[in-house]
Every structure is written in C-alpha cells, then in structure tokens.
C-alpha cells in the first residue's frame, strides 16, 4: 500500500497472485507482486477454462507419428500427440496448454481423453486393416495416483483393444521425483498387460540401482541427444552408452527426433531398435496414418531412410 492497491481487497488478491507465484518456482521463498503477475493470472484463468470448454465440447484431437522399427523396416507402432486448434488463437502448442492442465488438475480427464481415443483408434486399425499396432501415450507426473490404474483399466475394457497393444511413456524425471510411488504404480500398470516406457531418457538423473528396479520396457532417447548427431562427438558417446546399458538389461530402445540420413545411419549401426521423427513421417490425423499402414505403404518410409543412409542390408 498504496502502490499495488488502495484497499483489503485489492491488497489481498494481489498478495494471493505473489504466492501462487511463489509456489510456482517451488516454494521456500518470498515474492513482491508485480503487475505483469495479475496480466498471466488472468491468461492462465482463461485458458483453464478454455480447455475446460473443449474437454466438454471434443475441442482437442490427437495425431500420430510412425515408429518404425530397424530389425524390418516395418511401423511397428503409433505415438499419439495432443493437438488443440483453438477457436480464437488457432494451434496451441502442447507446451502451452499442458503445464496449465497439471496445475488445475485437468490433465486426468485429458490424458484419460487422449488415452481412450487413441485406444479406440488402435482397436480400429486391428479390426479393419489386420494390422496390430502399439499406441504409445504420454502419461503425466499429475497423472501417476491411485486413479490411475483403475482409469487405464476402465478404457482398455470399454474399448476392447489388447493390454499389449497399449504402451504408457513416463519421463524419467516424474519417476525419479516419486521414486518409491512411481515403481508401485508401475508395478500395477505392468500387471494389466500394458508396455511402459521410460520418455526423455538421458534428461534427468536415474540411477543404476533404481532403473534395475523399475518394471519397463523400453527407453526413449531423448531428442536433445539426437539432433547434433554426428557433429557432436559428446552425444554419440551419449547414445552409444544408452544403448549399451538398455540392450544389457533386455529394453528396447527408441530414438526421437531423428531427422536426417546421417542420424539414421549412425543409430542403425550402433543397434537402436526404433526409430520416430519427422525422417519418417510428421504426426499425422488418423486418417493420413492409414494410408501408411495399408499393406503396400507400411515399409516403404522405413525403407527408402534406410537405402539413403546406405544400410539396408546391414541390418
């Protein structure tokens, strides 16, 4: 008083917006409010209740992007990606809308949306195409609870796909935070039949004695690890040790954001099993997704990547 308000009122919302701002950057710390403050407050207000609207009104969509595997050349399964076309802003970035949906909650009942669409268009694919494709789908740090289990339970049994076909990606940093939680509700998920992949690998700061422990699959190299391959000599060694510690304790490994020949060429002959980037295939809209998985397409993104980098029939 009086440069941030005249009144209790005001004095106190202000010092509610300065708290939550402190809470935000993790608490143990004080917080002057400033005015900018009030200005991303009341974005924030109305972009949880703009996703609200579109979880209430089928607003969001999910598209896929191809993994495609080395051994055969073959899609082996599908990522499913969020995708909000908001009606005033036009395309949202994930990265925009998904911290705002883990702080009001709302990211339970979209992962659980994202999850159940994804599901259902797996089961569609298997049934109309004879094709037996993975969905792989995000799972939050918000997201890792009590509710969990029972919510993945509900949506493998109201759509009717194989648990097997349903694979869950965890990062490593949500599990590492939780650690004696994450392995139990792990365990739990494992025990319906789902895959579960450990996302962003190489990102946070796993140990040997916990990552023995968990019960995964796969390992997801994290794109920031890829990108400057091979010009970054530090990041091959990177990939190369992922791999070696992976393959030792009998995961699969996946590589992100592989974008060039030269990145295929070096993950191939170091024995990554999977690969997913735009080398591929962008994440597509379902109905673009089939058209590569119809019998005559379903190789051939895998294989011309792999006659560029020279390496078909090396592996």
Same mark, same amino acid.
């Given at each position: ?5 005249h ?8 010092a509610?917006?300065a708290m939550?701002q ?8 004080y917080?002057?409010?400033l005015a ?9 207000l ?5 996703i609200?609207?579109a ?43 998904i ?14 949306w ?7 268009q ?9 094709i ?6 995000? *799972?939050?740090?918000h997201?890792?609870?009590? @509710?969990l289990? !029972? /919510?993945?339970?509900a949506v493998l049994?109201? +759509? ?7 694979e ?27 895959q ?7 990102t946070g700061?796993?140990?040997m ?7 995964v699959d796969k390992?997801?190299i994290?794109r ?11 990041d ?16 699969t490994v ?7 020949t030269e990145?295929c ?5 170091h024995?990554?099993? *999977? ?6 295939? @962008?994440?597509? !809209? /379902? ?6 998985? +119809? ?5 051939s ?7 560029n ?7």
């Open positions: 008083y009086p440069q941030d308000g009144d209790v009122t005001a004095l106190m919302k202000y509610d917006v939550f402190a809470k935000k950057d993790g608490g143990n710390k917080q002057f409010y900018d403050m009030t200005v991303a407050a009341n974005q924030r109305a972009l949880e209740t703009d609200r609207h979880l209430e009104n089928d607003g969001f969509s999910v598209h896929y992007q191809p993994q495609v595997c080395l051994e055969n050349g073959r899609i082996v399964g599908m990522e499913a990606l969020v995708r909000w076309q908001h009606p005033q802003h036009g395309s949202l970035p994930p990265t925009m809308f911290p705002v949906a883990e702080e009001t909650g709302l990211i339970e009942p979209l992962g659980e994202v999850m159940r669409t994804a599901c259902k797996a089961k569609k694919w298997h049934d109309t195409l004879g037996n494709i993975t969905v792989s789908v995000n *799972v939050s740090g997201q890792i609870n009590d @509710r289990v !029972p /919510a993945v339970r049994a109201d +759509t009717g796909l194989d648990p097997r076909y349903l869950l990606e965890i990062t490593e940093s949500c599990i590492m935070d939780h650690t004696s939680g994450s392995i139990n509700h792990l365990n739990r998920l494992r025990s319906l039949g789902v579960l992949a450990i996302d962003d690998f190489g700061y796993s140990t004695s916990y990552l023995k422990r968990l019960p390992l997801k994290d920031s690890f890829v990108m400057d391959v091979p010009q970054d000599s530090n091959m060694e990177i990939i190369k040790a992922i791999l070696a510690l992976a393959h030792a304790l009998k995961m996946i590589a992100e954001g592989v974008e060039t990145q060429a070096f993950l191939a002959e024995g990554c099993d *999977v690969m997913q980037g735009y080398l591929f295939s @962008r994440p597509c !809209p /379902a109905e673009e997704v089939e058209l590569l998985l +119809t019998a005559d397409n379903r190789t993104i895998a294989r011309e990547a792999l006659i980098s020279s390496l078909r029939g090396t592996k």
